[in-house]
């Protein structure tokens, strides 16, 4: 017999290496002789879309298109250290070392044209589409390109989180800055008879302080959950005696396309005052509540409760036979 | 506030690069004169073990045979802890530990001459059970305890929370050993540079850092080691670790040629770092309300042979135990276990992907016995704007928990399906 459930799961997830370990990134930016922008920093883009992130930070504060941004990221000779890519922290770091860097090299490009421009103070000026201008008389501008010609401008920064170490008896303390926040629920099948669980339906909201990029974030919250998916149902290496049985993807099963739904992704924005135009990491959190949604949603289908994963058919079929006696 | 380019849908930087085939991985790149590196590996999960490699050396194409005594600079590795060796030297503690690397002028010469060396085991006591490893009379996989780390969580006041709930509930939780399994396998090429550095081109998640233990492996300053991050295929915590990026250091640096390897999706298996599998004893406790009491819960990670990030994993499964609620009374013990399993590391939500398996099904076991649906019991305890973390931490700002939930009633109705806690 198909029956069917509703699950939730809820979720929150401090950023960063935590507990008081120094955690920082740093950026450099150079307006060039072309009048674009060189942005220097070690964020590792892994897929998750640090590349598009940083690019858009510095587009934003330097009011430049994404094209006039040149971001190195990949070389160590050619880059300051921004830390891992990891703990969900390279948009909230990193995103606030270039955001900072930038706004220096603003400030410092605004200083400049003040002398090119013969003008008395740099109040006012603004910079666009790769010129800076005098915002009530439009025509009194200069461009970067013309700025950059006999100097070339560099600045760099860095940024470091806020995060204290806990007290070792107690565990208190401040250990991770921001937390992140989330919640799904879904909808599953179980077939009783075969113990075969599908996920039928999906809603996802994630709180993302404010998305720098709606779609990226989107894509992280489909892979999340695929990964949840596989993490619930299917994945486990199976070790015997420090051997691992399942090394090749004939039988370290993870979901596929196949095995996907479509996932109704909502975005939750409460921008976070200390981030990069209030964006918080979301890396990992897109994962964390979607595997204890579908467990409990396992429960209110065949009211038995799985408290070992991955819930494979054959352990489904076992508890059913075992609430049964 | 609204803004020109942040909150807009732009297309992907590096999208075009990947989805028509252009992006660089490391193993698209060739080099002239290039050599091929394989990697023997351990088959016992704890052996004191003997190496000849005079065999292998002699076969025609070989190049180098490096093991632990080809390591100028420290034999040793670890984000955190230096527990791992470059080469084991003298004991392997897991299957897949690195004792080897063969360098040829073929991928085939290396994959042949990796069956002519010659490895005497002498084994010693495996343990795998995490539980059994923190006996003072187990198998030990280093030189001390097997106990890696214990984060105590401590507030209020237990025995009285407990004695004041109206409902409790008890259970005990496993989670599995999974892989990142990212599409591109472990590749690399190093070679000595223009400028004399010695150069490593991968895919990892922290170039600065591989840095930092390439030069240390190779005794040389950090400046002489160049890390060039091609694309990576991946990585959700599993590039975290080094896997080969000093073997191919060392024999570049050794035989003054460019040197490349690429790892099998079975030996990928057996080289990275894998999710801890946590064992989760919890005991929660709610008043007549639905109002949570009490906490406490045991935490055991079993890191395998090696620490990785084990100390940073199971503080930050125990700092979330509790979920997102406001409890004021709370115990957590977590507790990272060295043992002769694959080891443990890093992988997307750190310890804190491990915790709500059990947290979340405590909650909706609460609420079941109270009456109660599910989404409504979280509403009475989830975080909000102002609330204080099980750590003392205050939350000021930014706290849309409640936003999340109230947006899932509305598309999938809790409230009202479940009626006196009972789904019709």
Same mark, same amino acid.
């Given at each position: 017999?198909?029956?069917?459930?509703?699950?939730?799961?809820?979720?929150?997830?401090?950023?960063?290496?935590?507990?008081?370990?120094?955690?920082?990134?740093?950026?450099?930016?150079?307006?060039?002789?072309?009048?674009?922008?060189?942005?220097?920093?070690?964020?590792?883009?892994?897929?998750?879309?640090?590349?598009?992130?940083?690019?858009?930070?510095?587009?934003?504060?330097?009011?430049?298109?994404?094209?006039?941004?040149?971001?190195?990221?990949?070389?160590?000779?050619?880059?300051?250290?921004?830390?891992?890519?990891?703990?969900? #922290?390279?948009?909230?770091?990193?995103?606030?070392?270039?955001?900072?860097?930038?706004?220096?090299? #603003?400030?410092?490009?605004?200083?400049?044209?003040?002398?090119?421009?013969?003008?008395?103070?740099?109040?006012?000026?603004?910079?666009?589409?790769?010129?800076?201008?005098?915002?009530?008389?439009?025509?009194?501008?200069?461009?970067?390109?013309?700025?950059?010609?006999?100097?070339?401008?560099?600045?760099?920064?860095?940024?470091?989180?806020?995060?204290?170490?806990?007290?070792?008896?107690?565990?208190?303390?401040?250990?991770?800055?921001?937390?992140?926040?989330?919640?799904?629920?879904?909808?599953?099948?179980?077939?009783?008879?075969?113990?075969?669980?599908?996920?039928?339906?999906?809603?996802?909201?994630?709180?993302?302080? #404010?998305?720098?990029?709606?779609?990226?974030?989107?894509?992280?919250?489909?892979?999340?959950?695929?990964?949840?998916?596989?993490?619930?149902?299917?994945?486990?290496?199976?070790?015997?005696?420090?051997?691992?049985?399942?090394?090749?993807?004939?039988?370290?099963?993870?979901?596929?396309?196949?095995?996907?739904?479509?996932?109704?992704?909502?975005?939750?924005?409460?921008?976070?005052?200390?981030?990069?135009?209030?964006?918080?990491?979301?890396?990992?959190?897109?994962?964390?509540?979607?595997?204890?949604?579908?467990?409990?949603?396992?429960?209110?289908?065949?009211?038995? #409760?799985?408290?070992?994963?991955?819930?494979?058919?054959?352990?489904?079929?076992?508890?059913?036979?075992?609430?049964?006696? | 506030?609204?803004?020109?380019?942040?909150?807009?849908?732009?297309?992907?930087?590096?999208?075009?690069?990947?989805?028509?085939?252009?992006?660089?991985?490391?193993?698209?790149?060739?080099?002239?004169?290039?050599?091929?590196?394989?990697?023997?590996?351990?088959?016992?999960?704890?052996?004191?073990?003997?190496?000849?490699?005079?065999?292998?050396?002699?076969?025609?194409?070989?190049?180098?045979?490096?093991?632990?005594?080809?390591?100028?600079?420290?034999?040793?590795?670890?984000?955190?802890?230096?527990?791992?060796?470059?080469?084991?030297?003298?004991?392997?503690?897991?299957?897949?530990?690195?004792?080897?690397?063969?360098?040829?002028?073929?991928?085939?010469?290396?994959?042949?001459?990796?069956?002519?060396?010659?490895?005497?085991?002498?084994?010693?006591?495996?343990?795998?059970?995490?539980?059994?490893?923190?006996?003072?009379?187990?198998?030990?996989?280093?030189?001390?305890?097997?106990?890696?780390?214990?984060?105590?969580?401590?507030?209020?006041?237990?025995?009285?929370?407990?004695?004041?709930?109206?409902?409790?509930?008890?259970?005990?939780?496993?989670?599995?050993?999974?892989?990142?399994?990212?599409?591109?396998?472990?590749?690399?090429?190093?070679?000595?540079?223009?400028?004399?550095?010695?150069?490593?081109?991968?895919?990892?998640?922290?170039?600065?850092?591989?840095?930092?233990?390439?030069?240390?492996?190779?005794?040389?300053?950090?400046?002489?080691?160049?890390?060039?991050? /091609? /694309?990576?295929?991946?990585?959700?915590?599993?590039?975290?670790?080094?896997?080969?990026?000093?073997?191919?250091?060392?024999?570049?640096?050794?035989?003054?040629?460019?040197?490349?390897?690429?790892?099998?999706?079975?030996?990928?298996?057996?080289?990275?770092?894998?999710?801890?599998?946590?064992?989760?004893?919890?005991?929660?406790?709610?008043?007549?309300?639905?109002?949570?009491?009490?906490?406490?819960?045991?935490?055991?990670?079993?890191?395998?042979?090696?620490?990785?990030?084990?100390?940073?994993?199971?503080?930050?499964?125990?700092?979330?135990?509790?979920?997102?609620?406001?409890?004021?009374?709370?115990?957590?013990?977590?507790?990272?276990?060295?043992?002769?399993?694959?080891?443990?590391?890093?992988?997307?939500?750190?310890?804190?992907?491990?915790?709500?398996? /059990?947290?979340?099904?405590?909650?909706?076991?609460?609420?079941?016995?109270?009456?109660?649906?599910?989404?409504?019991?979280?509403?009475?305890?989830?975080?909000?704007?102002?609330?204080?973390?099980?750590?003392?931490?205050?939350?000021?700002?930014?706290?849309?928990?409640?936003?999340?939930?109230?947006?899932?009633?509305?598309?999938?109705?809790?409230?009202?399906?479940?009626?006196?806690?009972?789904?019709?």
């Amino acid at each position: 017999m198909i029956k069917e459930g509703i699950g939730l799961g809820t979720m929150f997830y401090g950023t960063g290496y935590g507990n008081g370990f120094p955690d920082v990134s740093k950026a450099e930016a150079v307006l060039r002789a072309d009048g674009k922008v060189a942005v220097h920093t070690g964020a590792t883009e892994v897929g998750q879309g640090a590349k598009t992130a940083m690019t858009q930070i510095a587009c934003e504060v330097l009011g430049l298109k994404v094209n006039d941004i040149i971001l190195i990221s990949e070389d160590t000779s050619n880059m300051p250290d921004s830390g891992t890519a990891a703990a969900s #922290r390279q948009t909230y770091n990193t995103g606030n070392a270039v955001k900072k860097t930038c706004e220096d090299l #603003r400030e410092k490009i605004k200083e400049e044209a003040k002398l090119k421009l013969n003008l008395n103070t740099d109040i006012g000026l603004k910079l666009k589409d790769g010129y800076v201008y005098v915002e009530t008389l439009p025509e009194k501008s200069i461009a970067l390109k013309d700025l950059a010609k006999d100097k070339s401008l560099k600045i760099k920064g860095s940024f470091t989180a806020q995060t204290t170490e806990m007290d070792p008896e107690t565990g208190q303390g401040a250990p991770y800055w921001p937390y992140t926040f989330g919640a799904c629920a879904v909808k599953v099948s179980v077939d009783t008879l075969t113990g075969e669980v599908n996920v039928l339906k999906a809603v996802f909201t994630q709180d993302v302080g #404010r998305a720098i990029n709606p779609s990226l974030v989107e894509g992280q919250m489909d892979g999340g959950f695929s990964m949840a998916l596989g993490y619930a149902l299917l994945e486990d290496i199976n070790v015997d005696n420090g051997k691992i049985k399942n090394d090749s993807f004939t039988n370290y099963l993870i979901p596929t396309s196949l095995d996907m739904i479509d996932i109704d992704n909502i975005l939750i924005e409460d921008p976070e005052n200390t981030a990069p135009y209030g964006a918080k990491g979301v890396g990992e959190p897109v994962m964390i509540p979607v595997t204890p949604a579908i467990l409990n949603a396992i429960y209110d289908a065949v009211k038995v #409760r799985i408290t070992e994963i991955p819930v494979t058919p054959s352990q489904v079929l076992k508890e059913l036979n075992k609430s049964k006696k | 506030m609204s803004y020109d380019v942040v909150g807009k849908n732009i297309i992907r930087v590096d999208g075009l690069s990947k989805v028509t085939g252009k992006a660089t991985y490391p193993q698209d790149i060739s080099m002239d004169n290039m050599l091929y590196g394989k990697t023997l590996r351990s088959i016992k999960p704890h052996a004191y073990i003997n190496v000849d490699i005079s065999k292998a050396l002699n076969l025609e194409g070989v190049k180098a045979v490096l093991t632990a005594k080809d390591v100028p600079g420290k034999n040793h590795h670890g984000v955190l802890f230096k527990d791992h060796e470059v080469f084991c030297e003298k004991k392997v503690r897991r299957i897949g530990d690195p004792i080897a690397f063969v360098v040829a002028e073929t991928e085939e010469i290396a994959e042949n001459a990796l069956d002519k060396i010659k490895v005497e085991y002498d084994e010693i006591e495996p343990i795998f059970d995490p539980i059994k490893a923190m006996d003072k009379d187990s198998p030990k996989v280093h030189d001390s305890s097997n106990i890696v780390y214990h984060y105590k969580l401590r507030q209020g006041n237990i025995d009285e929370g407990f004695k004041n709930c109206e409902k409790i509930v008890e259970n005990e939780y496993k989670t599995s050993r999974t892989d990142h399994a990212f599409l591109q396998p472990e590749a690399g090429i190093s070679y000595i540079d223009k400028e004399g550095r010695y150069a490593v081109c991968v895919a990892t998640q922290y170039p600065h850092y591989d840095r930092l233990e390439i030069a240390e492996a190779l005794g040389v300053k950090e400046e002489k080691v160049r890390v060039i991050n /091609a /694309a990576v295929g991946g990585a959700f915590g599993g590039r975290e670790d080094i896997t080969l990026q000093i073997h191919l250091a060392l024999a570049a640096m050794k035989l003054k040629r460019p040197i490349k390897a690429v790892y099998s999706r079975k030996e990928s298996f057996n080289a990275h770092c894998k999710r801890h599998p946590l064992i989760m004893k919890y005991k929660t406790g709610a008043d007549k309300q639905g109002n949570l009491i009490a906490l406490k819960a045991e935490i055991i990670g079993d890191t395998g042979a090696y620490a990785s990030w084990a100390i940073n994993v199971l503080r930050k499964a125990g700092v979330h135990a509790t979920g997102p609620y406001e409890i004021p009374n709370v115990e957590v013990d977590s507790i990272a276990v060295y043992t002769n399993n694959p080891f443990s590391g890093a992988m997307r939500g750190f310890g804190a992907t491990q915790i709500p398996i /059990a947290h979340e099904q405590q909650m909706d076991m609460l609420a079941e016995s109270l009456g109660l649906d599910p989404l409504t019991i979280r509403m009475k305890n989830i975080f909000t704007k102002g609330s204080k973390t099980s750590t003392g931490q205050i939350l000021k700002e930014s706290v849309p928990l409640d936003k999340c939930l109230a947006e899932i009633d509305k598309k999938m109705n809790f409230t009202q399906s479940y009626k006196g806690g009972v789904k019709e």
